[in-house]
């Protein structure tokens, strides 16, 4: 167990005036282990007892799982501060439900002096707004639990702040978490749920029209029927993250395209199943289409970049299109984005039927254009001598 060199002198300092028989057959890395087995109230009783076991008890080491509620009203903002720089880096867990007088000023100094907090209860602390949101969502990016039941304070602002600084990434949020945001918050916009795979269609198919950006991306469980929920009740959907979603198909997206057409951003990284009609559908009925990842979708050809890229989008406003490890591609596809005249990246890393010429000839008609790819090294002919030629991920010429 280890501790502040503050404290270590502290401890030196008292423990040879301590008369108590326990500090001096104990060495203190163990009292200090045996303190930190016990709860808040515990702790207190032993701050009490002398000046050793003060800074042994309040050592910041024994403050990572703190839970406030049996205190509930009588926990003034002062406390939450003190606690708050005792236990700075050290606090994982805080519990301040019922807390009705805990205010902002007290939840920024938390924010700014436990930046580890991962899990944190403020159900019912009423007198809570969007700034304490605000404040943790810029400094607590391990944030991966949070309770604002009952905070009437708090809007959807508050959650867009913590959605863009911590993004959930807890195993343990389901459809019941997800479905009390779609209740409570019904002008939600943002919501960043990845790598969340506990969440079904079930939660999804409650967000209401107020959505613009989703990102469900590692959410494996979810089918078509999330999709047709989005295009139903998310009319205004502008940004949809749905990479390792593997279980999606074109139909699924015939129903997003036919009624999501304010579209801009959509990442369908490992959305294995789906194949050119997806591409026909998006191009047919998302017209702002801006950027596009379609990495390892394996069944990606030639003809669905060309359909694409006779769209309304490709013309005025895609800019970013991703097409790594999508074997069926070929120079054909660079042949057709010719047209894309506000192409500014394509991503092509194991693109094998896609060649350096292919690259030269769209480079030349698009020379602002960046691309990304990777060819590995010439081997040169055993009899030939000479160096190896030069190779560039970026598509530079040979």
């Not at 309770?147 to 600084?165: E, F, H, Q, R, V």
């Not at 029209?209 to 959410?219: E, I, K, N, T, W």
């Not at 094998?352 to 020379?367: E, F, S, Y």
């Amino acid at each position: 167990m280890t501790y502040s060199g503050r404290n270590k002198f502290e401890i030196a300092r008292f423990s040879g005036d301590d008369e108590n028989h326990i500090n001096k057959k104990l060495p203190k890395e163990l009292l200090l282990r045996i303190l930190s087995y016990l709860d808040v109230v515990s702790l207190c009783r032993c701050a009490q007892v002398s000046k050793l076991w003060n800074i042994l008890a309040l050592d910041g080491s024994n403050w990572q799982r703190i839970d406030l509620f049996d205190f509930q009203r009588d926990v003034e903002g002062p406390v939450i501060e003190n606690i708050s720089q005792r236990c700075g880096g050290f606090l994982r867990q805080l519990s301040l439900r019922g807390c009705e007088s805990i205010a902002d000023g007290s939840m920024k100094t938390l924010a700014q002096s436990c930046p580890n907090i991962e899990d944190l209860n403020l159900n019912k602390c009423k007198k809570l707004t969007d700034q304490t949101c605000q404040a943790l969502g810029r400094r607590c990016s391990k944030l991966q639990r949070i309770n604002l039941d009952s905070c009437p304070s708090i809007s959807d602002i508050s959650l867009k702040a913590l959605s863009d600084g911590c993004p959930v990434r807890c195993k343990n949020v389901n459809d019941k978490a997800v479905s009390c945001l779609a209740t409570y918050c019904p002008d939600l916009e943002v919501l960043n749920v990845q790598g969340c795979d506990n969440i079904t269609d079930e939660s999804i198919s409650r967000l209401g029209g107020a959505l613009r950006r989703l990102c469900v991306s590692g959410c494996s469980r979810l089918t078509d029927a999330s999709l047709c929920a989005l295009a139903a009740h998310c009319p205004d959907l502008a940004t949809l993250e749905l990479a390792q979603c593997a279980q999606l198909t074109d139909a699924g997206f015939q129903a997003l395209a036919r009624s999501c057409r304010m579209l801009e951003r959509m990442d369908l990284e490992e959305c294995v199943l789906i194949t050119d009609t997806t591409l026909v559908h998006l191009a047919m009925g998302c017209p702002r289409l801006e950027k596009l990842t379609l990495s390892h979708c394996e069944l990606i050809t030639d003809y669905g970049i060309k359909q694409l890229s006779m769209s309304p989008c490709a013309a005025e406003h895609l800019t970013v299109l991703g097409l790594d490890n999508c074997p069926l591609v070929t120079d054909g596809a660079l042949e057709h984005l010719i047209s894309c005249h506000n192409l500014q990246l394509i991503e092509l890393y194991d693109c094998q039927m896609v060649t350096r010429n292919a690259i030269r000839k769209l480079r030349n008609h698009l020379p602002n254009i960046k691309v990304h790819a990777y060819f590995a090294p010439v081997t040169p002919p055993v009899t030939g001598g000479g160096a190896r030629p030069r190779y560039c991920r970026c598509c530079n010429i040979i």
